[in-house]
């Protein structure tokens, strides 16, 4: 970082303090992103969602399309026992993933897993 950013700086007008701190900006910015580990970046925070959740989710939406053609009461209540039992196992899920997040972290290193 310190390669990218001149020290004999001098600052004659406010064009020149804002060019200076948006380079600075840039700069702390860049080496954000190359010192963080790729999982801890957005889109791939978390592994990809088990093949049985998925499955739940997708006859759930294929039950809630039925419904909304037909509004029969038991695909209603199916879908409403879906979507509880769905969230139950993503929440599960997430506590998991951040359980195994939280175990891989090494103070010694800095480091937050990955």
Not at 61 to 89: F, G, H, I, K, M
């Amino acid at each position: 970082m310190k390669d990218q950013i001149p020290f004999d700086l001098e600052f004659h007008n406010g064009m020149a303090i804002y060019t200076c701190v948006e380079n600075f900006s840039g700069a702390i910015l860049k080496a954000l992103v190359a010192s963080t580990p790729k999982c801890g970046r957005r889109g791939d925070r978390w592994p990809p969602i088990l093949a049985g959740i998925k499955d739940e989710i997708r006859l759930k939406n294929r039950l809630r399309r039925q419904w909304q053609v037909t509004r029969d009461p038991a695909l209603r209540a199916e879908v409403n026992r879906l979507q509880r039992s769905e969230t139950r196992r993503l929440n599960e899920w997430r506590n998991n993933q951040w359980s195994v997040t939280l175990e891989s972290i090494d103070p010694k290193d800095q480091s937050l897993g990955g």
